[in-house]
């Protein structure tokens, strides 16, 4: 009797034994995944969007030359990576200048991975826009698509494409979250009229493209603001009604050379003192130039140590300029040899005078 109790009770135990590694061996198996269905309209564009631009976007890596102080050999040490895209088929790439400053050889990767030697065209510092060249296939060469700045409005969505800390390809989504903004250029002069976005820019991005929920090319990415150095969700891009106006210049001249009146400003407590308005106080006008064939007089001294009245620029055809970086704005809009009508005030007169631009060469 106390046998059979035995093997019994063994027979129970190996059958639960078996019960417990088979549960074991089917918790063990991948679960099976859950159907989601289709992707909702905006997944579906933003996933067109990046689709349809990234193989125009490129990685940027420049190259210094440094030389040992002892054994004063020479060797090439990355100096920085960006941003940039292509612009046309001919090879041009579009970047900020200061991803390329202070690098003696630029390196171009494209979508494909594939690299090619960079050429300097041209550079707009004030601006911090720069074309490069590269000599690639044109099917490898897919020109990015252009829209138009003059239109955005706060709120509407926008996508940034770069290489966020060498990291290849990346697409961040945001909005405009500003318009008009003023940043300041790597030679301190006053880039008007920026692209505030809250879309993630890290160091890298700089140079790529901001694009609009269509895919076309709105501004190009160029700073942020970050006590850390890092996205803070304030990011700004310079307009591309601005970029479509200095590029082709830059390809064609292989810089940008400024319309020009041939005046020097005073400071602006000078004009203060002097009870003048807002604009440009004129204290030297060049012999021959735009501004004296005008008839416009700077400020002087007569022979007894007098203040001798003299002209102030206060609008370029009826936009009014508040300083000198308002006017070269404006003017840099114009072509060489292009009438411009000023608003001028002289000893509480006001009067209109036209001028004929020259080059700032």
């Given at each position: ?200 820019i890290n160091p890298g ?76 106080l004129l204290v030297d ?43 070269l704005s404006l003017l ?30």
């Amino acid at each position: 009797m106390h046998q059979r109790l035995l093997t019994l009770a063994l027979i129970v135990g190996l059958g639960a034994g078996t019960g417990a590694a088979e549960a074991q061996n089917k918790a063990a198996q991948p679960r099976t995944a859950t159907l989601r269905g289709a992707l909702d309209a905006e997944e579906q564009n933003n996933i067109s969007v990046f689709k349809r631009t990234s193989p125009s976007v490129v990685h940027i890596t420049t190259l210094a030359v440094q030389r040992d102080f002892f054994s004063l050999r020479t060797s090439e040490q990355p100096s920085g990576t960006g941003t940039g895209f292509v612009w046309d088929g001919d090879g041009h790439v579009v970047t900020n200048f200061h991803v390329i400053q202070g690098g003696d050889r630029a390196t171009v990767t494209l979508n494909d991975q594939s690299s090619f030697p960079a050429k300097l065209v041209g550079a707009y510092p004030d601006r911090d826009i720069a074309v490069l060249r590269i000599e690639a296939p044109r099917d490898k060469l897919p020109a990015i698509q252009l829209g138009t700045s003059r239109d955005l409005q706060v709120g509407q969505k926008v996508y940034a494409i770069g290489n966020p800390f060498g990291l290849d390809q990346t697409l961040t989504t945001g909005i405009v979250s500003a318009l008009n903004r003023e940043i300041e250029s790597v030679t301190r002069r006053t880039i008007k009229g920026a692209i505030q976005t809250d879309a993630a820019i890290n160091p890298g991005n700089s140079g790529g493209p901001l694009l609009d929920s269509a895919g076309r090319l709105i501004g190009v990415n160029t700073a942020i603001y970050s006590p850390s150095g890092a996205s803070a969700g304030i990011g700004f891009a310079i307009p591309v009604d601005e970029v479509n106006r200095i590029v082709p210049r830059l390809i064609r001249d292989g810089r940008f050379i400024r319309p020009a009146l041939g005046v020097t400003s005073g400071p602006e407590n000078l004009a203060k003192a002097l009870g003048a308005p807002k604009g440009v106080l004129l204290v030297d006008v060049g012999n021959g130039s735009p501004a004296a064939a005008a008839g416009l007089k700077p400020f002087g001294r007569d022979r007894l140590g007098r203040i001798v009245p003299g002209d102030v620029i206060t609008a370029v055809d009826g936009q009014a300029v508040a300083d000198l970086d308002d006017m070269l704005s404006l003017l840099e809009t114009r072509q060489i040899g292009e009438k411009v009508t000023l608003t001028v005030w002289r000893s509480g007169q006001t009067r209109k005078v036209v001028a004929t631009l020259g080059s700032s060469d």
